[in-house]
């Protein structure tokens, strides 16, 4: 061999190994590379798992649910839109029975069609142990979602019939949850859900292709998808859990991947400065304390809560934040159909703050005394150590002491559970707890409904009244979506107008995106569609 | 010499069982429910309950721990709470690749710090003892997941050269030794070998300092034995000790590193533990804990009988 053979020979080793350690770019496939926060690639065998990031890369990506949230508009707050069910409505006759259209032609990856009898064998996955094809790691995540669903029949292949313990006009928002795996596939590998797992078949837009427990998942177009509008624009999707924020910042900036769920606040200027985009857009997220009202609570008094939420400086808690955020004025950002049209305006006004809390005997020398239970982290949390001494300080400033205790995020979601009466609360005035907030129910009810109290459900503070609750039914209870909005916005400036909670901020989602990630448009909402993303090489 | 081996074997047990013990109580001192963990923090109570019967953490812990022991020794370590997958199957796969990166980081480490402090030992008081001595303290005093995110930010941030995380371009599943596997090993195994590298070279530096002021390397001396002889002493004396070290620093990077591998997002143990403590994945948590601290008292053990083996003053009795 002379040296020049030996050198070609050299080169084309060497060609070979680099191009065995580049993606797949070189075969023509566009690839659009995801680091997650999870730290875990999302349960994929349906009802996923990882929180709200779990159904948006692995629940609303290989599965679909009957009704389910449109995703295409970054202006407007989204809606719920027809999925597998092309129409549903209650009966009539009787409010606690309900009719689904399911879509025909809609077919699961395995090539199976999608019918009432699978829409049935899913709920029975969550909801009935004795099933065979019961999951108790779907149902985990399921099953609280449906919680009024009392039968279920398949009335013929396209249509099916629910019928619900109460009569529940939130049930299209708790459908949505409930996402569909292939029964088929299911026998087809021995009815074994682990086997599933590797090798699972949904009915959405893209398809699991490869999965390596814990380390990734690579999702491809499923080029037969039902809606021709929403066939993935990208061959295929790979997605990294890295739960460390700043291994994902490196990870994007050494272009190891397009796109980054949650970049810390402190990295956005360099990686704006770098030409990457951070996409931001206000969501059905809530930042806020949820008061005590047990006896001797100091906000049981109304001039308490409403000179604490016109304490604080929600413009400075943006600077502090770096924009990423949307001062609150509500438990819903201002653009949500369920805003309405509250009197009270939650605003920045010291002095009438003082002149409230004077109004009710508290002063210069006699100030009120409050505590809070705070997280150093958690999910959704923000970033609550410097947010919550921000507010400390705020309210100090017109007579609010302000006591933290600050306990691991899993003990404040116990504490959170436990109630306000409960030891664990440590006789705390108020939690602070992120609240998901994209239906009514998760939104408004389950934080005072007299009935959720422990054991039953997460009304922290004890929170009791009658007339609230007959609001809380009114909604449950107007089954035409528009005349439900408009109950909504009414409980809403209620609890506006009431100061019922410490009104603070509504994350901005960030996220940040390598240039060449074209057409992602930000949904007002904790899910996201990746099928319009295009790779602009 | 058999006594003492099965002296020193039966210290092990009870330690063995009583780690097994702190680590089954430990994960359930952690406040909340057990299954917290896989129902979202909103789960109705009967969710939880249910899931509680389904996983069987509704039995009395006593009853909880025999079987999990029992099935332990048995090789089964139960199923992770949050995947469904094989703990001992999660603990292999992640084991196997912490291993891989000890060994580059060894390597690495042990040979930079055995040459270094060698030639600091024999050079006592010179520039270049002065240099190692630096080097070592300062490689023994960098947190070295601090180390590491400088590193990523200069070769994979700015410069583009390395990648930042993950063990391979297609994960670890299909590792193999080339280019694209070992480009994504070299920062995780430089910053794990910079402790190593310290504290062996410091360690090589003061015994090889210590054996040659010893009298006896003056009697070779004044015997005429070449430098190279001499050498060969020096080495054979401070073998026992520059071997416990490095059989324990070896230890140390078998365990994985919890800060490392997530800095690298490197799916080693470390890493493992690190998303089965965010995940709260109690058999999991117990499982690695378990592994690794039978491993730890595994290689005391051994590290044990090899220095005995090597210089049989220290058999005891």
């Known amino acids: 061999m002379t040296f020049g053979q030996r050198s070609r020979a050299w080169i084309g080793a060497l060609a ?38 779990g159904l948006r890369f692995m629940g609303y990506t290989v599965y679909e649910s009957l009704i389910q949230w449109d995703l295409s508009s970054a202006e407007n707050a989204s809606i719920l839109i027809p999925a597998l069910a092309e129409s549903w409505e209650v009966d009539p006759e009787d409010n606690q029975r309900w009719i689904f259209k399911i879509r025909e032609g809609a077919k699961f990856h395995d090539g199976s069609e999608f019918t009432a009898e699978d829409a049935i064998w899913n709920f029975e996955k969550i909801l009935n142990p004795d099933s065979p094809q019961y999951d108790p790691k779907q149902a985990a995540q399921g099953r609280g979602r449906v919680p009024t669903i009392e039968s279920y029949a398949a009335l013929d292949p396209y249509t099916l019939e629910i019928r619900t313990t109460i009569p529940e006009a939130f049930l299209p928002y708790q459908i949505a949850w409930i996402v569909n795996s292939s029964p088929r596939r299911w026998e087809e590998l021995g009815g074994d859900w682990d086997a599933f797992a590797s090798n699972p078949s949904g009915t959405g837009p893209w398809m699991l292709d490869v999965f390596v427990p814990r380390e990734r998942a690579e999702l491809v177009r499923n080029p037969d998808y039902w809606d021709e509008s929403r066939v993935p624009q990208t061959d295929r999707v790979v997605l990294l859990p890295l739960p460390e924020a700043n291994s994902r910042v490196a990870a994007l900036r050494s272009g190891q991947v397009d796109w980054i769920e949650a970049p810390p606040p402190d990295a956005v200027p360099s990686l704006e400065a770098a030409g990457f985009q951070i996409v931001t857009n206000v969501y059905p997220h809530n930042w806020q304390w949820h008061f005590s009202r047990v006896d001797g609570s100091p906000w049981n008094d109304v001039n308490v809560r409403k000179a604490a939420n016109l304490a604080l400086d929600r413009d400075s808690l943006y600077v502090l934040l770096g924009g990423l955020m949307q001062q609150a004025e509500g438990m819903v950002p201002t653009s949500s159909p369920w805003f309405g049209e509250p009197e009270f305006d939650v605003r920045y006004d010291p002095e009438e703050a003082k002149r409230l809390l004077a109004e009710s005997g508290y002063g210069p020398d006699n100030p009120v005394q409050v505590n809070a239970l705070i997280s150093a982290s958690g999910s959704g949390q923000m970033q609550p150590v410097p947010m919550n001494e921000f507010i400390q300080q705020s309210l100090g400033e017109v007579g609010i002491e302000v006591e933290l205790i600050v306990v691991e995020w899993n003990t404040l979601l116990s504490i959170w559970r436990a109630g306000a009466k409960d030891a664990a609360s440590q006789g705390g005035h108020s939690v602070n707890v992120s609240y998901f907030s994209q239906d009514p129910f998760t939104a408004l009810v389950r934080h005072l409904d007299s009935t959720l109290v422990n054991p039953n459900g997460t009304n922290w503070g004890w929170y009791q009244d009658d007339s609230m609750d007959a609001m809380f039914t009114k909604a449950r209870q107007t089954f035409d979506a528009d005349e439900q909005n408009a109950v909504v916005a009414e409980i809403h400036e209620r609890f506006v107008d009431e100061a019922l909670f410490l009104f603070v901020a ?25 099928t319009p993303v295009v790779i602009e090489e | 010499m058999l006594r003492y081996v099965l002296r020193r074997v039966a210290y092990v047990v009870p330690i063995a069982l009583g780690v097994s013990i702190v680590c089954f109580a430990l994960v359930h001192l952690v406040p909340g429910e057990i299954v917290d963990a896989i129902v979202p923090a909103d789960a109705p109570p009967e969710v939880v309950e249910q899931m509680t019967k389904d996983y069987g953490f509704d039995q009395p812990l006593p009853v909880q721990y025999g079987l999990w022991l029992w099935r332990a020794v048995q090789g089964d370590l139960g199923e992770s709470l949050v995947s469904g997958r094989p703990v001992a199957a999660e603990i292999s796969k992640a084991f196997g690749n912490t291993f891989v990166l000890a060994l580059a980081a060894a390597l690495l480490g042990f040979s930079l710090g055995l040459l270094m402090g060698g030639i600091a030992g024999y050079l006592q008081g010179s520039l270049w003892d002065r240099l190692v001595t630096g080097l070592a303290v300062t490689g023994v005093s960098l947190p070295h997941y601090w180390l590491g995110i400088v590193l990523v930010i200069i070769f994979s941030a700015q410069l583009n050269w390395l990648p930042a995380v993950g063990a391979g371009p297609a994960g670890s599943d299909q590792w193999q030794l080339d280019w694209a596997h070992l480009r994504h090993m070299i920062l995780p195994a430089v910053t794990l070998a910079a402790i190593p590298l310290g504290i062996i070279a410091r360690t090589v530096r003061a015994v090889v300092a210590e054996i040659l002021n010893q009298e006896y390397v003056e009697t070779l001396r004044a015997k005429g034995l070449g430098e190279g002889r001499i050498l060969v002493h020096v080495i054979k004396n401070a073998a026992p000790t520059v071997l416990a070290v490095m059989g324990l620093q070896f230890g140390y990077l078998l365990g994985g590193s919890i800060l490392v591998e997530t800095v690298f997002s490197w799916p080693g143990t470390g890493f493992l533990m690190n998303t089965a403590i965010l995940q709260r994945d109690l058999p999991l948590l117990q499982g690695t804990i378990l592994v690794l601290a039978l491993f730890f008292v595994s290689l005391n053990f051994a590290v044990d009988i090899l220095q005995t083996l090597l210089d049989p003053r220290i058999r005891r009795g």
């Open chain 1, 16 to 53: 070979m190994v680099v191009g065995a350690s580049l993606p797949s770019a070189a075969t023509g496939e566009t690839v659009l590379r995801i680091g997650m926060t999870a730290a875990d690639i999302p349960l994929t065998t349906g009802q996923a798992d990882q929180g709200s990031e």
């Open chain 1, 506 to 530: 509504h994350d901005a989602n960030p996220r940040a995106l390598a240039p060449k990630v074209k057409n992602f448009v930000q949904a007002q909402n904790w899910y996201q569609d990746l």
